[in-house]
Structure formats: structure tokens, C-alpha cells
């Protein structure tokens, strides 16, 4: 059974700079769409980043942009976002997820995805 594992959140200071990681079991791992979605206490799940299979396509939330990089490595299963100057408005728990149907388009929803991590928390403190 496929899995996603998220690592590298933490407590750090606005400004800061932090890279999750996601690791995804099983080998078609280069197959999938993957993104990174994040949920703050009482708020809905938003979409963060994602790539494509091959890694050529990136999209972002305007947010994150310039500050947040998503990257993958296919040989190692992995998928990573390294976050840059963070803000307090970043505190959320992090989510991978994986459209594992291969799509042609890259999602943005959470209904695009359909395997998900048990996230991992990120508080940047101001």
C-alpha cells in the first residue's frame, strides 16, 4: 500500500527558513502529480504548490510565491518545499498529496489528489 510521510516541520522564528520533506513508499512514486497543502487552526485546507510528474511544471499560491520552492527527486521518492523568510500567516499543518490518475492538467483543489499524508507542523513565531 502507498504511503506519503512528511518530515521537517518545526518552531522557528518569522524569517526563518525550513524544508519539508514528503517520501512516498512504492515505485510509480514518478508517475504522480504531487502538492503540498496546508491547514491553520480553524480554517480550511489551502492549497500551498505542486508539480508535475516529470517535475517541469510548478504552480503556486500567490503567497508563497518567491518565498516557497517545490522541488522532487524521482530517484528518491521524494518531494520537498523549501520555505523561505517565513511568516506567522505560514503556521499551519502541512500536507503532501499525490494525483496518482495522471492527469494532464496539475491540480490546485484537494479534490485533484487522492492520497495524502498525516502532515506535519509548522509554527513561525513572530
Known amino acids: 500500500q502507498v504511503q506519503l510521510v512528511e518530515s521537517g516541520g518545526g518552531l522557528v522564528q518569522a524569517g526563518a527558513s525550513l524544508r519539508l520533506s514528503c517520501v512516498a513508499s512504492g515505485r510509480m512514486f514518478s508517475t504522480y502529480h504531487m502538492a503540498w497543502f496546508r491547514q491553520a487552526p480553524g480554517k480550511e485546507r489551502e492549497f500551498v504548490a505542486a508539480?508535475?510528474?516529470?517535475?517541469?511544471?510548478?504552480v503556486y499560491l500567490d503567497s508563497v510565491k518567491g518565498r516557497f520552492t517545490i522541488s522532487r527527486d524521482n530517484v528518491k521518492n521524494t518531494m520537498y518545499l523549501q520555505m523561505n523568510n517565513l511568516r506567522p500567516e505560514d503556521t499551519a499543518v502541512y500536507y503532501c498529496?499525490?494525483?496518482?490518475?495522471?492527469?494532464?492538467?496539475?491540480?490546485?483543489?484537494?479534490?485533484?489528489?487522492?492520497?495524502w499524508g498525516q502532515g506535519t507542523q509548522v509554527t513561525v513565531s513572530s
Open positions: 498529496a499525490a494525483d496518482r490518475r495522471r492527469r494532464i492538467v496539475v491540480g490546485k483543489d484537494d479534490r485533484s489528489y487522492d492520497l
Open positions: 508539480i508535475s510528474s516529470s517535475g517541469r511544471t510548478t
